[in-house]
């Protein structure tokens, strides 16, 4: 089986948020911590529209979380702001038209534009309320999980939600190839 990859965009989006949230001390730490190999492919060789190994995103989502001393908050920080500096630049006027529950039902296609690993579907939806289910997720750990969770709520909030809140139900550390999350919202 082939090592599961990311787009380079994801990668991009997090520096670029990491930046903002914590300032650029904070990820010169986390590229130094990553050694030289890692940090030169992430400031030399990542472009948006590439493929990278899903290893390499793990390995700076921890060089982040710790040089930023902040935990599991910051990596929910991070997805959030990701998600709202990538729609800023090609999404928010599409986002804003659509309600919630629509842009749920377009998730699955939007979350493979940035894994080649696992499928998103939303076993459960209405007004307000969702299940999602992601499946066949390799190489995810519990950075990833909630980087990308908090980054699903933070779509939600710009598709116009308010009060999101968000559980797992199943799922969701290291080593979980399915996750499911359970979603409220106004």
Not at 91 to 99: E, G, H, T
């Amino acid at each position: 089986m082939a090592e599961p990859r990311v787009k380079g965009v994801a990668f991009r989006s997090v520096l670029g948020a990491a930046d903002a949230l914590a300032g650029p001390e904070v990820v010169a730490a986390a590229l130094h911590a990553l050694g030289p190999d890692d940090a030169n492919m992430l400031q030399l060789e990542v472009v948006p529209i590439g493929w990278y190994p899903l290893a390499l995103y793990r390995r700076l989502l921890a060089s982040l979380e710790g040089a930023s001393g902040r935990g599991d908050a910051f990596l929910r920080e991070l997805g959030a702001a990701s998600v709202d500096r990538d729609i800023k630049t090609v999404y928010r006027v599409f986002f804003r038209v659509l309600s919630p529950e629509t842009v749920l039902g377009l998730s699955g296609k939007f979350f493979n534009q940035y894994y080649d690993t696992g499928t998103l579907s939303v076993a459960e939806r209405g007004r307000g309320f969702a299940r999602i289910e992601y499946r066949g997720c390799e190489g995810f750990d519990r950075r990833v999980w909630s980087e990308l969770l908090a980054g699903a709520e933070a779509t939600l909030r710009i598709a116009g939600a308010r009060s999101v809140r968000s559980r797992v139900l199943q799922g969701g550390g290291d080593g979980d190839i399915d996750t499911t999350i359970e979603g409220t919202w106004e």
